[in-house]
């Protein structure tokens, strides 16, 4: 009895996974999407918009400790 129980679990675990790996097989569906662009959005950024302030986290500052 315990033995027919483990072999149906395996033949059902065998044939799940069987399934799933045929499965991954099968192409991807291809799908194109086009976008229409207006030319305003084309152009290119000011420089103002371009300025990135950095920060440091670490102290800079090199005076000797007493």
């Not at 315990?2 to 045929?22: D, Q, T």
């Not at 229409?36 to 670490?58: D, K, M, W």
């Amino acid at each position: 009895m315990n033995r027919k129980i483990r072999l149906i679990i395996g033949l059902v675990i065998i044939l799940f996974s069987i399934s799933l790996l045929v499965w991954g097989y099968f192409p991807n569906p291809r799908e194109t999407r086009e976008r229409t662009i207006p030319p305003a959005e084309l152009q290119l950024p000011t420089p103002s918009s371009l300025y990135f302030e950095v920060r440091s986290a670490l102290n800079l500052n090199l005076e000797p400790v007493s």
